[in-house]
């Protein structure tokens, strides 16, 4: 067991350690996003399994508050609302579970940011498509080389891993730095 655990730490430190790679990338995501609020737009989050929790959790902390007292900020979780996700996934196809929410909710100047660890999931992959025909910006927060969203978004943050729960982690991290850099412009 220990021999587990440290084996999963080092995994974790190295790959902290391949983060400063896409600084860059977090920091182009961070003014997109900065930029969507400050003009009085909306942030919408989704993903599937982990990475709906990630979406929820990201929404939860714009709308409350990250690590001030200030006014809420503009996050929406598309993740959410069972009745409209089933009622979408029952009456047209799960795939649509997410671009029908944009095609509801969404505006030209909001910004979708998907999660998905492989970067293919499809309903995400879809809600990118129906973002653009709306003129909503996309960010992709991937693993390894970013899938299929990686050419379909407009800013892609790929954490340098394939192994789930490594970039799992990173995502989280990645989803609190974003966090306070928004936090601190915006407030």
């Given amino acids: 067991m220990q021999e587990h ?48 929790a990630d979406a929820q959790h990201l929404a939860a902390e714009l709308a409350n508050r990250f ?52 970067g293919n999931s499809q309903n995400i992959i879809r809600a990118f498509a129906a973002a653009h025909e709306q003129g909503i910006l996309t960010i992709a927060l991937t693993g390894d080389k970013g899938g299929a969203m990686h050419d379909m978004a407009d800013c892609t943050i790929a954490v340098p891993s394939r192994f789930t729960p490594r970039v799992q982690e990173m995502h989280i991290l990645v989803g609190h730095i974003l966090c306070g850099l928004i936090e601190d412009a915006c407030c």
Avoid: W
């Fill in 5 to 52: 655990i440290r084996g999963a730490i080092e995994q974790s430190i190295r790959l902290h350690e391949g983060m400063y790679g896409i600084t860059a990338q977090i920091e182009a995501a961070a003014r997109m996003m900065t930029q969507c609020i400050a003009q009085g737009n909306k942030i919408m989050f989704a993903g599937n399994g982990g990475s709906a």
């Fill in 67 to 118: 690590l001030k007292d200030r006014r809420p900020l503009p996050g929406l979780a598309l993740t959410t609302d069972t009745s409209v996700i089933t009622a979408i996934g029952n009456d047209a196809s799960f795939d649509e579970i997410f671009s029908k929410q944009i095609q509801a909710l969404g505006r030209t100047g909001d910004v979708f940011f998907g999660i998905s660890t492989s």
